[in-house]
């Protein structure tokens, strides 16, 4: 117990204070460390590993889109980042400039790009000339730069790692197919494969993407009831083709400018992770993400045949992602790592269990123990992992549902937000007056306008007019 305490002892209760809690689990659990870089962090070892699975899963589900992966120049001519003006003007604060080759002035400034719309605008000039080129469906994995003034590990970094889509159509209804089914894909792998339930809906003109003519998101409550962006996508229509003049010869002979679309999941999908499954002793790692799915524990491993039988195990459990924790130190510094680490089932197998053929597999997620025959471990465990993952969501799919709050009137809006730590449904008449009031007021904002509508009353929250949506508003990061 002592090993125990000195792991997790510098771990501050989520309770008590939310945010460290959070930093402590990413620097205690090695997934990151600071960097002499201010704003940029280290993704060590474990944290890449995960974001490795996102990738592996995520590039799976693109391809099976008809996604094909390429990869374009990180700087940004200004000249070319000018040309979309609302673009740029969304971008402008959170930019980085390149002003120097080696010694010398550059003639035009490079920014370090913070996303990659006008350089794929630039490639499709090029590449589409007739309907036959379309559609155009590419995606990067790469890093970004944002000059953001506030950071913290994965949620909000100077540097961070994602993959963006962009893709090109003959027609604004095929980039809206597109800019849907691509949200859909990430809902799917973020509920299926992340375990982390999510709210699909629409950004308000407010909220959504500097340039776009819709923005689609996917929202996940936290542990601590704020909201998370998690993935979003969006439908250009013409206007990027127009400002960059990408145009395609149509079946009728006429010249047509193509419809764009643009999406993207970065890093940030681990902070939720965290945050949506961890607790007081580390990390919770759902099993289709988890780099070690499976630690075998020898206990008294010196002791005859203990040993050989935790690496037995191991061999017969091959069609997993599985380690042997044969280091020497004492079962109980090496339980409460395998906690912190998040790693969803240990086996624990020492003398008296192998005298009686069998072995205790203990949940990450439940601490639950189960005694198993040594040789129904494999097909126990496969039963045992596919329910973990169920139980993550279903658990965090109960804490959503426990926390989205509805407010039919104005009073009931305010006192939401006085106590409440979640998601709050509420009318809204579509003013854009009235939702930088309820940012003013509450510091909330709008979360999203689900595609699931529901008619809480007639009348918006903030002016009492008619209302025309119903909207997901909370506090987020």
């Given at each position: ?6 792991l ?5 209760s989520?309770?008590e204070d939310?945010t460290?809690?959070y930093?402590?689990v ?8 600071y960097s002499?870089?201010?704003g ?11 974001w ?9 589900r ?6 094909q992966n390429?990869?374009l ?5 200004e ?8 673009h ?9 400039w ?13 920014c ?8 794929f605008?630039?490639y ?15 995606n990067q994995?790469c890093s ?6 506030e950071t ?6 100077r ?5 963006e ?10 980039a809206e197919?597109?800019?849907q ?22 950004k308000t003109?407010k909220e959504?993407f500097?340039g776009?003519?819709?923005t689609?998101t996917?929202?996940a409550?936290m ?11 969006h439908?250009?229509?013409?206007g ?9 010869a ?11 679309t ?23 790692v759902?099993p ?6 499976v630690v075998v524990i020898?206990i008294?491993?010196?002791k ?7 690496n ?11 380690k ?22 240990r086996?624990?197998i ?7 053929g069998?072995c ?6 439940t601490r639950?123990?189960i ?11 496969a039963?045992?992992l ?5 139980d993550m969501?279903?658990?965090a799919k109960?804490?959503?549902e426990?926390h989205?709050f ?6 009931e ?24 009031k309820?940012k003013?007021d ?5 979360r999203?306008?689900?595609?699931e509508q529901e008619?809480?009353s007639?009348?918006c ?10 909207v997901?508003?909370?506090r987020?990061?």
């Amino acid at each position: 117990m002592a090993d125990n305490k000195k792991l997790v002892a510098e771990i501050t209760s989520m309770d008590e204070d939310f945010t460290q809690w959070y930093t402590d689990v990413c620097i205690k659990a090695d997934l990151v460390s600071y960097s002499n870089i201010k704003g940029c962090m280290v993704i060590k070892p474990a944290g890449y590993a995960i974001w490795e699975l996102i990738q592996k899963h995520l590039d799976a589900r693109f391809k099976e889109t008809g996604v094909q992966n390429a990869y374009l120049p990180m700087f940004i001519p200004e000249s070319l980042l000018q040309k979309e003006k609302d673009h740029v003007e969304g971008f402008a604060p959170e930019v980085a400039w390149v002003t120097h080759g080696g010694l010398e002035p550059l003639t035009e400034r490079y920014c370090v790009r913070p996303t990659s719309e006008t350089l794929f605008c630039d490639y499709y000039k090029g590449e589409i000339h007739s309907y036959k080129d379309l559609p155009q469906v590419l995606n990067q994995w790469c890093s970004v730069v944002r000059w953001e003034k506030e950071t913290r590990p994965f949620l909000r970094s100077r540097e961070f790692l994602w993959q963006e889509g962009h893709t090109a159509h003959a027609t604004f209804e095929e980039a809206e197919e597109r800019t849907q089914q691509m949200l859909n894909v990430y809902a799917d792998f973020l509920e299926n494969d992340m375990a982390i339930p999510v709210i699909k809906g629409q950004k308000t003109e407010k909220e959504k993407f500097a340039g776009a003519e819709a923005t689609y998101t996917v929202e996940a409550l936290m542990h601590d009831g704020r909201a998370l962006q998690s993935a979003t996508s969006h439908n250009f229509g013409d206007g990027f083709a127009k400002a960059f003049g990408i145009q395609y010869a149509g079946k009728d002979n006429q010249l047509h400018y193509v419809n764009q679309t643009s999406w993207g999941l970065t890093t940030r999908t681990i902070g939720a992770m965290i945050m949506v499954h961890g607790d007081n002793s580390g990390l919770v790692v759902p099993p289709k993400i988890a780099p070690i799915q499976v630690v075998v524990i020898p206990i008294q491993q010196k002791k005859e045949g203990v040993l050989e039988a935790a690496n037995k195990i191991a061999e017969s459990l091959a069609g997993f992602r599985v380690k042997v924790d044969s280091t020497d130190r004492t079962p109980g510094f090496k339980f409460a790592e395998q906690e912190m680490r998040g790693i969803p089932v240990r086996v624990e197998i020492g003398p008296k269990d192998l005298e009686a053929g069998k072995c205790v597999l203990c949940r990450r997620d439940t601490r639950e123990k189960i005694e198993c025959a040594i040789d129904e471990v494999p097909a126990k465990m496969a039963e045992l992992l596919d329910q973990i993952q169920k139980d993550m969501f279903n658990r965090a799919k109960a804490h959503l549902e426990a926390h989205t709050f509805a407010a039919h009137n104005k009073e009931e809006f305010a006192e939401a937000f006085k106590e409440t730590k979640g998601f709050v449904k509420a009318m809204w008449c579509g003013c854009r007056e009235c939702e930088d009031k309820i940012k003013e007021d509450y510091n909330v904002t709008s979360r999203c306008i689900p595609f699931e509508q529901e008619q809480l009353s007639d009348t918006c929250v903030v002016c009492g007019k008619p209302a025309t949506k119903m909207v997901y508003w909370g506090r987020a990061y």
